[in-house]
């Protein structure tokens, strides 16, 4: 006898299912698979990481863009409140030789006027006044559509 005792019924057929042959699978296969894989998911996150870098330092450009188109926005906004406070509205006028209105008068729909108008007080004209009038061609400053 060989040692081995010879088995019959369910366990025979148990018997059958297990590998007779040597009991070592190769393993060169498996230790490529595994190296493969490590080193993928490694390139994977080198990638991964270097995406989410770059969009980091988009991102910083970003806001700091935002930043100064935000400080600009604030100092043209401070330009503006500037010019339209009173005391600026009327130094320009002045420069610009206005000088405050007269009563107002309105008309309703039907025709008929509200108020009675009156010219502005200090405002003097000469008897020979005419108002400057330019013609099309001195407002340009190329040449006419026709060509001439």
Same mark, same amino acid.
Request: hydrophobic share 40%.
């Given at each position: 006898?060989?040692? @081995?005792?010879?088995? @019959?019924?369910?366990? %025979?057929?148990? =018997?059958?299912? /297990?590998?007779?042959?040597?009991?070592?699978? %190769?393993?060169? $296969?498996?230790? /490529?698979?595994?190296?493969?894989?490590?080193?993928?998911?490694?390139?994977?996150?080198?990638?991964?990481?270097?995406?989410?870098?770059?969009?980091?330092? @988009?991102?910083?450009?970003?806001?700091?863009?935002?930043?100064?188109? *935000?400080?600009?926005?604030?100092?043209?906004?401070?330009?503006?409140? %500037?010019?339209? =406070?009173?005391?600026?509205?009327?130094?320009?006028?002045?420069?610009?030789?206005?000088?405050?209105?007269?009563?107002?008068?309105?008309?309703?729909?039907?025709?008929?006027?509200?108020?009675?108008?009156?010219?502005?007080?200090?405002?003097?004209?000469?008897? %020979?006044?005419? $108002?400057?009038?330019?013609?099309?061609?001195?407002?340009?400053?190329? $040449? *006419?559509?026709?060509?001439?």
């Amino acid at each position: 006898m060989s040692g @081995k005792p010879e088995l @019959k019924g369910r366990a %025979a057929r148990l =018997a059958r299912l /297990l590998p007779t042959g040597p009991g070592q699978a %190769a393993r060169t $296969p498996f230790v /490529l698979l595994v190296v493969l894989l490590l080193g993928g998911g490694l390139i994977c996150l080198l990638v991964l990481n270097s995406a989410l870098s770059e969009g980091a330092f @988009k991102l910083d450009d970003l806001q700091r863009g935002t930043k100064n188109l *935000t400080d600009e926005e604030q100092a043209l906004q401070r330009d503006i409140d %500037a010019y339209s =406070a009173p005391d600026a509205l009327q130094r320009r006028a002045r420069e610009l030789v206005m000088v405050p209105g007269g009563d107002p008068a309105f008309l309703d729909p039907d025709g008929t006027v509200k108020g009675v108008p009156s010219p502005a007080p200090g405002v003097r004209q000469p008897a %020979a006044y005419t $108002p400057l009038v330019l013609a099309p061609e001195a407002m340009t400053d190329g $040449p *006419t559509p026709t060509g001439r």
